[in-house]
């Protein structure tokens, strides 16, 4: 199987080009969110240096959130466009549980943890099994006291993973002890190679039309409308004229 | 027969999804158009995330219409265009992105198109461009006079300085209690109504091409309070067509001005606000006796809002003069028309 590899959700940007279980080419870069600009040179760069036409691949796998929204449209519409357009397989996969596939301790527990700032963030609490990352609190949008005081009711290590841990590793030691374990920088940066592998074995998504980004939040407009009109609902939202 | 050069053009600047085939520029195959208008309503306006959230769900589903609809495939095609701006970053990239992922995958050329240019090609739809040409453009977001020498070539020659004519309609329509975007229904009403408020014709002397929309929005809305206050009930059709007037005399007499000045062979009236009928009768009434080398051009009522068919009538131009963008193009949200050299802005 030929695969791409894609994940945009936050500042690191990842591509990979697969065959099979062999990693043919990947770039990782963590300097800047111009996804939009820089994302599609490297994919095509990578796909020529493993020597493959867009037509080739057989499957394009997509880190589907939760993350930044812009990062993460950029990388689902390039994805979804992509798959649409020559009709090839699509998978999504957790942006959260592809950065906690770096860690590679069977029976470990991993807690990867995306900036949602204000004192809150995107975190999951995964366990490493069979070599995959398996959900053991599923992915939210959580303030970070609540989430340190859910991580501390485990009573074993927890690998805290990415790149925006640092800022609030504080409350987070202060919750769980001895029982933090800081993953290496090198295990901070999400990489779509391990993206590609997780999305090998995963099932396509059955309405490609319908795929969008995991946002775990509703906006902030559509919030405070609901809140407001509980019973009303205007949809169709979108129509066709 | 000479092969037709097809287009597939994506437009996703403001709160429609839209994706179109053209052939050579001026006939449309399909012009699949997904509006949002109903999602935003409940905000009283467009809420840019929204907005990116919804082109997300449509696009995939625009683009199969549009060649289903069409009735060609990816072989047929010889180009793929887009809006890369003005507009909403979050919006456009969804656009932007999508068609350099079909481009790329099917080996097209990409042609990155200013959402302004293709209002103003709306109206190629009618019939072929003569240069110069004199374009009003008046939408949501802009309202300008656009000096035209040849294809692709825009001068900006004028515009507003506070508010666009749409947004204006946009803001009054609240106070009047309609629903957004209120342009359409305050238009209706306007015919229903006679102009008896004697709004301001704010810079309808100033000898520029200017416009001005805040002091008669201002006007408007303190003319309303000051009714609520001394419980007057006013006359909601009147003071429509009292709003309507005003928009309609500025628009036209500066368009008078700029026209003495710089004779063109057509006028092109195009942006969502085009849809005016006041606007668009008083233009037809006027134009040829005051400017009778002058041919009014105005866009088909059905593209003058956003819609993918006019980025395609715009990137036909481009693609004539081989103006191709690469896999790294990026959405420009505040992308500019150049003002005309000795214009002071
Ligand atoms: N019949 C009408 N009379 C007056 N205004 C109208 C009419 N129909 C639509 N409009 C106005 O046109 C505007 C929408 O036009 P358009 O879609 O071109 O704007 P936009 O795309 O949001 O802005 P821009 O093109 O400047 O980026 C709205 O402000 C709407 O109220
Ligand atoms: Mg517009």
Redesign the interface.
Same mark, same amino acid.
Do not use: M, P
């Given at each position: 199987m030929k695969l791409l590899a894609i994940d945009t959700s936050n500042r690191p940007l990842s591509v990979a080009v697969l065959a099979d279980q062999q990693i043919l080419a990947t770039t990782t870069t963590n300097v800047g969110r111009n996804h939009s600009s820089t994302l599609l040179p490297i994919v095509e760069r990578a796909m020529t240096q493993s020597g493959l036409e867009p037509t080739d691949l057989d499957r394009i796998v997509v880190a589907a959130g939760p993350g930044s929204y812009t990062g993460l449209r950029i990388g689902v519409t390039t994805a979804k466009t992509l798959a649409f357009t020559l009709n090839k397989e699509l998978v999504g996969i957790s942006s959260l549980a592809a950065l906690a596939a770096n860690v590679v301790t069977e029976g470990q527990l991993v807690a990867p943890l995306f900036d949602a700032r204000r004192d809150n963030a995107f975190a999951g609490l995964y366990r490493i099994q069979n070599q995959r990352p398996v959900a053991v609190i599923e992915d939210q949008h959580v303030s970070v006291a609540k989430w340190a005081a859910k991580l501390a009711t485990y009573n074993e290590p927890i690998v805290l993973i990415g790149t925006d841990v640092q800022k609030y590793v504080e409350p987070l030691r202060a919750a769980l002890g001895d029982r933090l374990i800081r993953a290496r920088p090198q295990l901070d940066l999400p990489q779509a190679g391990v993206l590609g592998l997780l999305g090998q074995t995963a099932t396509p998504v059955a309405n490609l039309h319908a795929f969008v980004p995991n946002y775990l939040r509703l906006t902030q407009a559509e919030h405070d409308w609901q809140a407001k009109h509980p019973e009303k609902d205007h949809a169709p939202y979108v129509e066709k004229i | 027969m000479k092969k037709q050069n097809l287009i597939l053009a994506f437009e996703s600047s403001c709160d429609e999804?839209s994706v179109a085939v053209v052939a050579d520029g001026h006939q449309i195959l399909s012009n699949?158009?997904?509006? @949002?208008? +109903?999602?935003h309503?409940?905000?009283g306006g467009v809420?840019p995330?929204?907005a990116?959230?919804?082109h997300?769900? @449509?696009?995939?589903?625009c683009?199969?219409?549009a060649l289903e609809e069409a009735n060609v495939t990816?072989d047929d095609l010889d180009a793929v265009a887009v809006t890369y701006g003005p507009g909403l970053?979050?919006a456009l $990239?969804?656009g932007?992105?999508?068609a350099?992922?079909?481009a790329?995958?099917?080996h097209l050329p990409l042609i990155p198109v200013n959402h302004m240019a293709g209002h103003i090609y709306a109206a190629r739809f009618v019939k072929p461009f003569e240069f110069p040409l004199m374009a009003l453009l008046v939408s949501g977001g802009h309202t300008e006079l656009v000096y035209m020498q040849a294809d692709g070539q825009f001068e900006i020659i004028g515009e507003t300085r506070d508010d666009a004519a749409g947004e204006a309609y946009d803001k009054i329509g609240r106070v009047l209690g309609v629903s957004y975007p209120a342009g359409k229904e305050i238009d209706q009403m306007a015919h229903a109504g006679i102009d008896t408020f004697n709004f301001p014709r704010a810079m309808i002397d100033e000898d520029n091409f200017d416009f001005s929309f805040s002091g008669l929005k201002s006007a408007f809305i303190n003319t309303v309070h000051h009714a609520d206050q001394i419980g007057a009930t006013l006359d909601k059709n009147d003071l429509a067509a009292s709003f309507q007037a005003s928009v309609v005399d500025v628009l036209v007499s500066k368009t008078h001005r700029v026209l003495e000045q710089y004779p063109v062979k057509q006028l092109v009236l195009a942006g969502g606000v085009a849809a005016n009928q006041g606007l668009r009768e008083r233009l037809q009434k006027d134009l040829p006796t005051a400017f009778p080398n002058t041919e009014l051009l105005l866009a088909p009522l059905k593209l003058c809002g956003d819609n993918g068919a006019m980025i395609g009538a715009a990137g036909y131009v481009q693609y004539q003069h081989h103006q191709f963008g690469?896999?790294? $193009? +990026?959405?420009d949200p505040s992308l500019e028309f150049d003002w005309m050299p000795g214009m002071v802005k």
């Open positions: - | 999804t699949v158009i997904a509006t @949002q208008i +109903n999602s309503k409940r905000f809420v995330e929204v990116s959230r919804h997300i769900e @449509q696009i995939t589903i683009i199969e219409s990816y970053v979050g $990239l969804v932007v992105n999508a350099k992922v079909v790329y995958a099917h690469d896999a790294s $193009l +990026n959405a």
